[in-house]
C-alpha cells in the first residue's frame, strides 16, 4: 500500500527578537505548519542587562518576552490584555517609590492602577490575574530581600513581562529553559514551540572588530559603533565577564588574551537538538546577525544536528539592509561567518552543503537606494549560485514580507516532500491603470493608502500604471509615498496597462481599480474577503444590483449622443448574454472597473489584449477554465463624456469579437497549473543574473 502523503511538515526558525517578526507570523498563520523557534539569550541591553546583574545566572527575558507575545493567542480580550500589560514599560526615570507603589496596584489594590491600565488589568482572566500577581511577587519579595542585603534595582523602562519571566524564573528553581516552558503555558503557547538553544550557561557576548577594537557586550554589538567589520565572536563565562571584564580597565597587553581565555562554548538544549533533527525545514532568520543569530549556531551539537538532518530544506535568509553590527559586510560576508560560526571557527568538520541549501537574497533597488541595501555580487559569491534566490523580499522598510518567504518555502518542500500545502493569502497588489486623470487620481490613490487590510491578514501595495497621459497624473502618481509607478508607451491601451500592474505585483491577491473616482475604495474590502476566507479565486464588483434606473443614468453619462445611450445600455446586456450563450455563465458586469484575483490563477491566464477587450478577454479564459466569478454588489458613480469617460462603441465590438474568438481557439492559449507556478516565480522573481536561480 502507497504510504499516505503528509498533511503537517516541521519548521525550525532560529530567531532573536524582532527581527523575524513577519516570517514568524506567516509561519504561525499556516494551519499545516509546526513551528518550534529557536533563540539565544545573551540579550544585555538597558533594564534586561540590569535584571541579568541583579538575578546572577540568569540570561535575558527580553527575546523570550517579544517571542511569546508573538505566539499567544489574541482573539480573546483577556489574552490581548495579558499582551498589553505584558510589553508595558514602566516610565523612563520612574523612582523606587513609584515603581514599588504601582506593583503594590497590581497585587493588592488595582482599583489604583493608572486609567491606561485598570481597563486591562479587569479584563484578564481569573487565572491570567492570578498568575499575573504570582509573578510579580515572586519577584518583588526577592527585590525586598536584596535591598536588606545592599543591593537594589532600577525600574526605568522596564517592560512588566520582563519582570514577569524573572518571577517565573525564581519560581522554577532558577532554571532557565524550564522558566520558559512555565512562562508559555501562562500565555497559552504550547511548550517547546520556544526553545533557548543551550542549556541556560550563563555566558556574555563580546565581539572583536577588523580595527583591533573590542565590543565588551552585547548591547554594544547592537548600538552604534565604528564601521570596521566584526570579525570574531566570543561567549564569555560569568565570573570572569563580571569581574575582569565589565566596567574593568583594559590590561596592558589588551583584551584579546583575558577574553579568550574566558570563551566558554555553550551545551545544546536537548529539545533543540531533538527539533532540529525532527526538522523538514530549517530557517536561519535575519536580524542582528552578531547577536541574536551567528552565537546561537555557536553551540555544541547545534552544527552537527544540522548536518545530521539530510532530509531538511536549511534556509539562510539574509538581512535586507545595512545594520549597525553589519555596516560593512556584503553577502559573501554574511555567508562566511555564518558558516564560521556554524563550525564554531572550525571545531567541527561540517560541509557548507549539509548546512545550508537555499540562500535568499534581496535584490537591489534603484541604484539610488543601493547603498542602504545588503549588497549580492554573483561572480564573487562562493557558494554555488544555484542555491541562491534572488528577490524582493522587503515589504515594509528593511523589513522582509513573511509572505514572499512562505510562497518560497512551499515552492521548495512541495517540489520534495509529498504533501498539498494550502496557500495562504498575504498581501494585495492594487493595480491603478490610469490615463490623463489629474483632476481624481490624488483622492483616489490617498483613499487607498488609507484602506487597512489588516483585518483580512493582508499587507498590500499600490501599483499605478500611467499609459502615456498628457496630464500630470504619473507626477501625481509618483508624489505619493509608498505608490509603485511604471508607464506602458502612449496609447498602448487599458489592458496594457493592467498587464504591465500584474507583471510587477508582487500580491499573492491582485486587484484592478481605475483612478477616475467612479467606484469607491471602501467596496474593496468585502471584494476580497471572499479570497481569503474561502475557496472563491475570482470576484467581480457588478454595478447592475445598485443601479436604481439604468435609461436616467445613461442619459446623464451620454446626453444628447442617443447612439452611444443605446450601446452603452444594450450592448453590457449583449456582452452578458453572449457570455451566457459561449461559456454557460451570466456574468452581469462584465466591463466593471473593479476586479480581483488570485494571482496564481490571474497569471494563468496569459493575458494578450491590450485594450478594452482585456476584460472579454479575462471573462472568457475563466469560462475555459470552468472558474467560478462571484460577483458583488458596488457603489458607482459615473463619469459624463465631458468629464473623461473613454469607452466607445468600438471597444464593444472589440470585446464581441475576442469573447468569440477565445471560445473557438483560446483553450490552447491557457497555461498548464505547473506553468502557471513557474511562471509566478519568474514574475515575483524578476529576472535572471549571471546563472543566479530566482
Request: proline letters at 4%.
Amino acid at each position: 500500500m502507497a504510504e499516505a502523503s503528509r498533511t503537517q511538515i516541521n519548521v525550525v526558525l532560529f530567531s532573536g527578537g524582532s527581527g523575524t517578526h513577519s516570517i514568524t507570523t506567516a509561519l504561525l498563520r499556516h494551519p499545516q505548519i509546526r513551528l518550534r523557534i529557536l533563540i539565544n539569550a545573551y540579550d544585555d541591553g538597558h533594564s534586561t542587562g540590569r535584571l541579568r546583574r541583579f538575578i546572577p545566572s540568569m540570561l535575558g527575558p527580553s527575546d523570550v518576552r517579544k517571542n511569546i507575545n508573538r505566539l499567544m493567542p489574541v482573539t480573546e480580550a483577556c489574552h490581548q490584555a495579558l499582551k498589553f500589560l505584558s510589553d508595558y514599560r514602566l516610565p523612563v526615570g520612574i523612582s523606587r517609590e513609584d515603581a514599588l507603589t504601582l506593583i503594590d496596584a497590581f497585587l493588592h489594590d488595582p482599583s489604583r492602577l493608572p486609567v491606561k491600565l485598570k481597563p486591562h488589568f479587569g479584563k484578564m482572566s481569573v487565572d491570567q490575574a492570578g498568575g499575573f500577581r504570582s509573578l510579580l511577587d515572586t519577584f518583588i519579595t526577592y527585590f525586598h530581600e536584596q535591598e536588606q542585603a545592599g543591593r537594589t534595582f532600577d525600574f526605568t523602562d522596564c517592560a512588566l513581562g520582563n519582570l514577569l519571566f524573572a518571577g517565573c524564573y525564581l519560581q522554577q528553581g532558577q532554571d532557565f529553559n524550564r522558566s520558559i516552558e512555565a512562562f508559555c503555558r501562562f500565555y497559552d503557547v504550547d511548550p517547546g514551540t520556544l526553545l533557548n538553544v543551550t542549556q541556560g550557561e550563563n555566558l556574555f557576548l563580546v565581539a572583536g572588530k577588523a580595527d583591533g577594537s573590542m565590543l565588551l557586550g552585547e548591547a554594544d554589538i547592537v548600538a552604534a559603533q565604528s564601521s570596521a567589520k566584526i570579525t570574531d565572536l566570543y561567549l564569555v563565562e560569568e565570573q570572569v565577564y563580571l569581574t575582569q571584564v565589565e566596567n574593568a580597565p583594559e590590561p596592558a597587553s589588551g583584551w584579546q588574551a583575558l577574553i579568550g581565555a574566558g570563551a566558554r562554548t555553550p551545551q545544546a538544549n536537548p529539545n533543540a537538538v531533538a527539533a532540529i533533527v525532527d526538522a523538514d525545514v530549517i530557517v536561519y532568520g535575519p536580524g542582528t546577525q552578531h547577536s541574536s543569530l551567528f552565537p546561537s549556531y555557536m553551540t555544541q551539537e547545534i552544527g552537527e544536528a544540522i548536518a545530521g538532518n539530510t532530509h531538511a530544506d536549511k534556509i539562510f535568509i539574509g538581512n535586507i539592509v545595512r545594520d549597525l553590527d553589519i555596516q560593512e559586510d556584503d553577502v559573501n560576508d554574511l555567508a562566511d561567518k555564518f558558516m564560521e560560526a556554524m563550525t564554531r571557527k572550525s571545531q567541527a568538520q561540517l560541509a557548507w552543503r549539509n548546512c545550508v541549501s537555499q540562500f535568499f537574497v534581496q535584490r537591489s533597488g534603484e541604484a539610488a537606494d543601493r547603498a542602504k541595501y545588503i549588497p549580492f555580487d554573483a561572480t564573487k559569491f562562493k557558494y554555488p549560485l544555484e542555491t541562491v534566490r534572488l528577490r524582493d523580499w522587503e515589504a515594509h522598510e528593511g523589513r522582509h514580507s513573511g509572505g514572499f518567504v512562505l510562497d518560497e518555502l512551499q515552492q521548495i518542500v512541495q517540489a520534495r516532500i509529498d504533501i498539498e500545502l494550502q496557500r495562504l493569502q498575504h498581501m494585495i497588489s492594487i493595480v491603478v491603470p490610469v490615463l490623463n486623470e489629474s483632476h481624481t487620481l490624488l483622492q483616489v490613490l490617498k483613499s487607498l493608502v488609507l484602506l487597512d487590510f489588516q483585518p483580512l491578514g493582508l499587507t498590500k501595495e499600490i501599483i499605478v500604471v500611467d499609459g502615456g497621459s498628457r496630464d500630470e497624473s504619473a507626477e501625481i502618481a509618483r508624489a505619493v509615498q509608498t505608490i509603485r509607478v511604471f508607464e506602458t508607451k502612449p496609447g498602448a491601451g487599458r489592458g496594457a496597462a493592467l498587464r504591465v500592474g500584474i507583471e510587477h505585483a508582487r500580491g499573492s491577491i491582485i486587484a484592478f481599480f481605475p483612478g477616475d473616482h467612479e467606484y469607491k475604495h471602501e467596496d474593496l474590502l468585502p471584494l476580497v474577503a471572499p479570497l481569503t476566507q474561502s475557496a472563491f479565486r475570482a470576484v467581480f464588483g457588478t454595478r447592475a444590483t445598485k443601479v436604481r434606473d439604468l435609461s436616467e443614468q445613461l442619459k446623464g453619462i451620454y446626453a444628447d449622443n442617443r447612439g452611444l445611450y443605446l450601446t452603452s445600455k444594450y450592448g453590457g446586456i449583449l456582452l452578458s448574454i453572449i457570455t451566457l450563450l459561449l461559456y454557460n455563465r451570466y456574468i452581469s458586469d462584465v466591463l466593471t472597473s473593479v476586479k480581483v484575483f488570485d494571482a496564481l490563477l490571474l497569471r494563468r491566464l496569459n493575458l494578450e489584449r491590450s485594450g478594452r477587450d482585456l476584460d472579454a478577454e479575462i471573462c472568457a479564459k475563466l469560462g475555459l477554465l470552468h472558474e467560478y466569478v462571484l460577483e458583488m454588489p458596488v457603489d458607482y458613480s459615473p463619469r459624463t463624456r465631458r468629464e473623461g469617460k473613454k469607452i466607445t462603441i468600438l471597444d464593444g465590438v472589440k470585446m464581441v469579437a475576442a469573447l468569440v474568438r477565445y471560445r473557438f481557439g483560446g483553450r490552447k492559449q491557457l497555461l498548464a497549473p505547473r506553468e502557471a507556478r513557474a511562471a509566478q516565480l519568474e514574475s515575483s522573481s524578476a529576472g535572471k543574473a549571471a546563472g543566479v536561480r530566482n
